[in-house]
């Protein structure tokens, strides 16, 4: 079964940091594209940031209000995806979706974890 | 960056058909992608590359382009079709966006 689970949610003060993960089972990790996608209450999807597979180059992109504040990263042998949060921001309260294409192409989003909240707030 | 732009919500009757629609000038260079979410879970795919049916995903459902808006048609709306429902684009090599969401709602 594909599954993506995040941890590491949590309460953290403006300007502090908190690193995401995200452990993938049931698909070849190493192959995929992998993203994050958060939604703060209330609101609509934001597409934060995604890391293409090592083979694909391994880059990253990022949303205009997180580049150079969050940093994705993954470790192939452990099968997990990172999101590095620093420097953050009320307005970073979100519940945050680690996602991939699995079934129609690795750059589609097409599997999505259940999220993990993080909560900005003094 | 762009920006994708979707009405906030649509409402119709159960058995017609609803249109939800998406607008920007990245979608006259990129495929578009449609998301369902019902409260209190992920979103799904539902149309992926402007008007493919995700496996799985009623025939009722169906997505085209012209230009620069993309449209997701459900037919013969049904009360488990209430959701919000967000359109996707951009490339490989850029970011990506969502639209603000439009709320589908079954009277």
């Known amino acids: 079964e594909v599954q993506l689970v995040e941890s590491g949610g949590g309460l953290v003060k403006p300007g502090g940091s908190l690193r995401l993960s995200c452990a993938a089972s049931?698909?070849?990790?190493?192959?995929?594209?992998m993203s994050w996608v958060r939604q703060a209450p209330g609101k609509g999807l934001e597409w934060v940031g995604r890391?293409?597979?090592?083979?694909?180059?391994?880059?990253?992109d990022y949303a205009a209000p997180v580049k150079g504040r969050f940093t994705i990263s993954r470790d192939d042998s452990k099968n997990t995806l990172y999101l590095q949060m620093n420097s953050l921001k009320t307005e970073d309260t979100a519940v945050y979706y680690c996602?991939?294409?699995?079934?129609?192409?690795?750059?589609?989003?097409?599997?999505w974890g259940k999220g993990t909240t993080v909560t900005v707030s003094s | 960056s762009y920006e994708l732009t979707q009405l906030p919500s649509v409402s119709v009757s159960p058995g017609q058909t609803a249109r939800i629609t998406c607008s920007g000038d990245?979608?006259?260079?990129?495929?578009a992608d449609w998301y369902q979410q019902k409260p209190g879970q992920a979103p799904e795919l539902v149309i992926y590359?402007?008007?493919e049916r995700y496996p799985g995903i009623p025939e009722r459902f169906s997505g085209s382009t012209s230009g620069n808006t993309t449209t997701l048609t459900i037919s013969r709306v049904l009360t488990e079709d209430e959701a919000d429902y967000y359109c996707?684009?951009?490339?490989?090599?850029?970011?990506?966006?969502f639209g603000g969401g439009t709320k589908l709602t079954v009277l």
């Open positions: 996602t991939t294409g699995f079934i129609v192409g690795a750059t589609r989003m097409d599997v």
């Open positions: 049931g698909f070849t990790f190493s192959n995929a594209w």
């Open positions: 890391i293409k597979s090592k083979t694909d180059g391994g880059t990253t």
């Open positions: 990245v979608l006259g260079e990129n495929y």
């Open positions: 590359e402007d008007s």
């Open positions: 996707l684009s951009g490339d490989e090599d850029n970011p990506k966006v």
